[in-house]
């Protein structure tokens, strides 16, 4: 096993205690898994050292800890699935894992003959934790089977195709003047065939003026009212006089590029994904309200206000 494989199965042992354990962030069937490898761990803890030989199916035993063969196979497996490059089937990468395995399980006995697990702070993150697991397994089950089908996307592509179009980018010249009376006369030399970026140079007070009137390429226009004057102009297009932040405007169109809908077959295994996130959340959001009005938390509405600045509803 390579340095960064070495350091990766360290920095998850210290960053959740317990991916190693098979207790990580991972798929459902990873869940599922884990639950499964957690009864398999390591022996009970005793209150006396083992005696007696190793047993057949145990690789190593430090203390009351015992790894069987099968609890370091569902190690692996799960590794795998974290790590989709680990080799899985080398010695040497296997044998990597077991050295990482005892490391970490020498430093946990040190520690928990130091009875640091007693203090506070470990009492608190191991309850914590405990937490997030349930909460984690209890979704899991109240989402299972929740997916958005093929056709349920389809329908809200067909709803919604404007927001899988790519943005367009504009590229637009403006004259800004003082007052309106100016504007609305240099928009009629222009459509009488002035030349834009002339007029721009001459009687804007943009600094833009400086460059025949040229703003940058944007997708987003920077004030709402020139995004207004565009929206349905196209190439070469001309916009009538609109009031903006420094007096008013007139803007024209040199070009623009996107707006393409994206097909559905490009995006529907995202659509579908995103929309089953969706429902799931609805089914945990519906379930929190049942939970809500049988089991009703109870606020102390002026110390939340004291403590957050705002009162409950």
Not at 20 to 35: H, I, V
Not at 98 to 106: C, K, P, S, Y
Not at 174 to 201: C, H, N, P, R, Y
Request: aromatic residues 6%; proline residues 4%; glycine residues 8%.
């Amino acid at each position: 096993m390579n340095k960064a494989l070495c350091l990766t199965l360290g920095l998850a042992f210290l960053t959740t205690g317990c991916d190693l354990l098979g207790l990580g962030k991972k798929d459902n069937s990873a869940q599922k898994q884990s639950a499964t490898t957690l009864t398999v761990a390591s022996t009970p803890a005793a209150a006396e050292m083992p005696s007696g030989p190793l047993p057949s199916n145990a690789l190593v035993r430090i203390g009351n800890w015992t790894l069987t063969n099968d609890d370091f196979n569902n190690r692996i497996n799960l590794l795998k699935q974290q790590l989709p490059e680990f080799k899985e089937n080398d010695p040497a990468s296997k044998g990597a894992v077991l050295d990482e395995l005892v490391r970490q399980q020498l430093l946990v006995k040190d520690a928990e003959d130091s009875q640091i697990g007693d203090t506070k702070e470990i009492k608190d993150a191991v309850a914590d934790f405990r937490k997030t697991l349930l909460v984690q397994e209890l979704a899991s089950r109240l989402t299972k089977g929740v997916i958005a089908t093929e056709t349920e996307a389809r329908q809200y592509y067909d709803t919604n195709k404007f927001k899988f179009a790519e943005p367009v980018k504009w590229s637009v010249r403006e004259i800004a003047v003082a007052d309106e009376t100016t504007a609305k006369s240099i928009l009629v030399q222009v459509l009488q065939g002035g030349d834009f970026a002339q007029l721009a140079q001459a009687q804007s007070k943009d600094p833009s003026a400086a460059h025949g009137g040229q703003l940058k390429p944007f997708i987003k226009a920077p004030f709402e009212a020139m995004q207004i004057a565009i929206a349905n102009l196209d190439a070469g297009g001309v916009s009538g006089v609109f009031k903006g932040p420094d007096g008013y405007y007139i803007v024209k169109v040199d070009g623009k590029t996107g707006g393409d809908v994206k097909s559905f077959e490009e995006i529907k295994k995202n659509l579908i994904y995103g929309l089953t996130l969706q429902k799931q959340q609805a089914v945990i959001l519906n379930h929190l309200r049942d939970l809500a009005d049988k089991d009703k938390p109870e606020y102390n509405k002026d110390l939340i206000e004291q403590t957050i600045g705002k009162p409950r509803p």
